[in-house]
């Protein structure tokens, strides 16, 4: 029967590297303090901030001491915490584990981002909600590349409609001064 997937906090086994030994808690430490493709932020069950990882202050702008005790109310746009988006994802992680989206959010310098991210529901041993991972990611250029394609189609369906009307138009007249001459 094949094994079930560990839990981070069970791999305890040690890493050989040279100069030592590396046990993997050292490595998972080093990989959220490196990290600076994905902002990784830590949340406590009320959506506070507990940790603000480098690769959030590179996405966003805003340090960890800006962001720590603070709830996510500043990264999203004022459009999505009206319509209640902020405490929906968190919701959503509560009662199905996790939430995914794909939305603009706002830098420290309120330049809009398109990020793609995740929140998680963190559980402690007895399933109790004991915080939040949210991962997210800057795609902004991949947004602008949609749009660019986008764009393009665009123009090309109007191209192609602005010939099939100049077409109708060039056969609507071809057939009108024929029109005495079947009769």
Not at 61 to 74: E, F, I, P, S, Y
Not at 91 to 115: C, F, L, N, T
Not at 123 to 141: A, E, F, I, P
């Amino acid at each position: 029967a094949p094994r079930a997937p560990r839990r981070a906090v069970e791999v305890s086994h040690a890493i050989g590297y040279k100069g030592g030994i590396m046990r993997s808690e050292n490595l998972i430490e080093l990989a959220l303090a490196q990290q600076e493709e994905h902002a990784i932020i830590l949340l406590d069950p009320d959506a506070r901030v507990l940790d603000w990882m480098p690769g959030a202050t590179k996405t966003f702008g805003w340090t960890a001491d800006d962001m720590v005790g603070q709830t996510l109310t500043r990264i999203f746009t004022p459009e999505d915490i009206e319509r209640g988006d902020l405490d929906w994802e968190f919701r959503a992680a509560r009662s199905y584990g996790k939430s995914e989206d794909d939305r603009w959010q706002v830098r420290k310098d309120a330049m809009r981002i398109w990020v793609t991210g995740i929140v998680t529901a963190l559980h402690d041993d007895s399933g109790n909600l004991v915080g939040y991972c949210k991962v997210c990611r800057d795609r902004t250029d991949i947004r602008n590349q949609l749009e660019t394609l986008q764009s393009r189609f665009n123009r090309v369906a109007q191209t192609e409609n602005e010939h099939y009307v100049m077409l109708g138009t060039l056969a609507h007249e071809l057939r009108n001064p024929l029109g005495p001459l079947r009769s």
